[in-house]
């Protein structure tokens, strides 16, 4: 129930802030005459013509929960116009939208915002895509280690007394006044593998790592800050993917940074492309990405075969990749054919530095 809430928080928190940077398009409830609340400018339709605002402003709470389901679910109408193209026609749309035609589409950024929170919120509550099970850092290895000790120790004892037994066995057979040459020859290969077998347990006993000691559980003075934060992971696993899974949550816009500079090294000698064509592409291009995670894990939940999402997940990338590189840069098959292979190869790479600024991110704190 409380994640429940949560996902459905984390929804409406998205989408709520996806319209922040999303502005109003229209609004307008009816035509109020006279002077703009805001500015105080002669009002001559329905929105003031010199700050953009609404001539009609509401003060009830229905029309406040109404503000609050449109900002969720409507992105007044434009999310509509928006999602077939990013989909089908990702390079029509980012071309239409660098070219100018805004007014149509949701902004890159709104629609990255509210797909990021939507994947976090739809995604991490999914059966097999959470953490919280995880046995990655658990300090159950050390745990493990001492049951092989003390399993160890048992077996060396019991290889300790059968020696003993050969031993005293042998001794009497050979102080008897007439001793059986053959018993004495069965008790001495007995005794001999008794002593193997006792000296594999020590060797193997040698191999295991020494015993934590009281001193060890505290920071050691020589630990550098590499030591100190991958022990205080061990110490703490659940606590670090927490902070890795909320970094991800808060710092999924560094992805488009990140990506800039690997789709400039695409175009380095075209002078009508820049940085904020590279900007639209990205944002729009993570958004897709992210959608696309949603679909998949909604179809793993209801039932659909792994391979047939695999086969989606291996296909549908490097298609919209090649799409809205074809499309939003004008270029022709074998330039986005090639273009796509280099992308796919730097996607790789922004992937790991973004993982491994995760992992900064939740070792540091």
Known sequence: MVDGIEAAGDVATGSLLARAVEPQAGGAHGRDHGLCRNCGTHLIGEHCH??????????????????????????????????????????????????????????????????????????????????ANSDLLKTDVAGGMAQAREKLGEEKAKAAAAVAEEQAALAAERRDKAPDADRIVRLEKRLAEAREAQIGLETAARMLPAPASATDATPAAHENWFEAKWRHA?????????????????????????????????????????????????????????????????LGAIGVSESALWFAAMLAPPLHIYKQLKGGYRLSRSGALWRTFLMLNFALVTTILFVTLLLYLGLAD
Request: charged letters at 15%; glycine letters at 6%.
């Open 50 to 131: 010199a700050c953009g605002q609404a001539a009609h402003v509401h003060r009830t709470l229905g029309a406040f929960g109404h503000d609050i389901l449109h900002g969720v679910f409507h992105f007044e109408g434009k999310f509509w116009n928006t999602l077939p193209l990013l989909f089908f026609q990702p390079g029509e749309l980012t071309r239409r939208y660098v070219d100018g035609e805004r007014a149509r589409f949701v902004s890159p950024m709104a629609m990255f915002l509210f797909s990021v929170f939507l994947m976090f919120a739809v995604v991490a509550n999914l059966p097999g895509w959470t953490f």
């Open 234 to 298: 061990r110490e703490n696993p659940k606590l670090i993917l927490y902070k890795v899974k909320t970094s991800a949550y808060k710092y999924s816009w560094a992805l488009i940074p990140i990506s800039l500079p690997f789709i400039w090294l695409l175009f380095p000698f075209r002078r009508d492309v820049n940085m904020y064509d590279h900007a639209v592409f990205a944002t729009y291009s993570l958004t897709f990405m992210s959608l696309l995670t949603i679909l998949l894990a909604l």
